[in-house]
C-alpha cells in the first residue's frame, strides 16, 4: 500500500487547510500525521487507531486539529483551524495495524511530506 499526501500550501496566521492522505487500496490500519519543521526533529501531530477507539492529538494543536478517517477507509484527513506561524512544516502521513503514535519510526508505511506554512 502506497500513501499520497496532499493539500499543503501557504495560509496566513488564522486560516484553514485540510490535509487528505489517500492510500492505493484499502486501508484498514492506524494512521497517523507527523510533522518536522526547519531544524527540528520529527513529531506526531495526531494518530488515529485502526477502528478509532485511541487518538492522540499532541497539546499545541488540541482544539484547533481534528483527523478523521473516510468510510471506506481509503482517505485520511486532518483539518486544522486557527493555524499559527509555528505550524509551518513538512506533514507526513503513516500507517500501521497497530496504534505506534507517538514514535514515528514504529510505523511500517510512510507517505510522502506536503509543506504547510503559515506566513504573514
Known amino acids: 500500500v502506497q500513501l499520497q499526501a496532499s493539500g499543503g500550501g501557504l495560509v496566513q496566521p488564522g486560516g484553514s487547510l485540510r490535509l487528505s492522505c489517500e492510500a492505493s487500496g484499502s486501508l484498514d490500519s492506524a494512521m497517523g500525521w507527523f510533522r518536522q519543521a526547519p531544524g527540528k526533529g520529527r513529531e506526531a501531530v495526531s494518530c488515529?487507531?485502526?477502528?478509532?477507539?485511541?487518538?492522540y492529538y499532541r497539546d499545541s494543536v488540541k482544539g484547533r486539529f481534528t483527523m478523521s478517517r473516510s468510510d471506506d477507509k481509503k482517505t485520511v484527513y486532518l483539518q486544522m483551524n486557527s493555524l499559527k506561524l509555528e505550524d509551518t512544516a513538512v506533514y507526513y502521513c503513516?500507517?500501521?495495524?497497530?496504534?505506534?503514535?507517538?514514535?514515528?519510526?514504529?510505523?511500517?508505511?510512510y507517505g510522502q511530506g506536503t509543506q504547510v506554512t503559515v506566513s504573514s
Open positions: 503513516v500507517a500501521d495495524p497497530w496504534f505506534r503514535c507517538p514514535y514515528y519510526s514504529a510505523y511500517q508505511t
Open positions: 488515529l487507531g485502526r477502528d478509532g477507539s485511541n487518538t
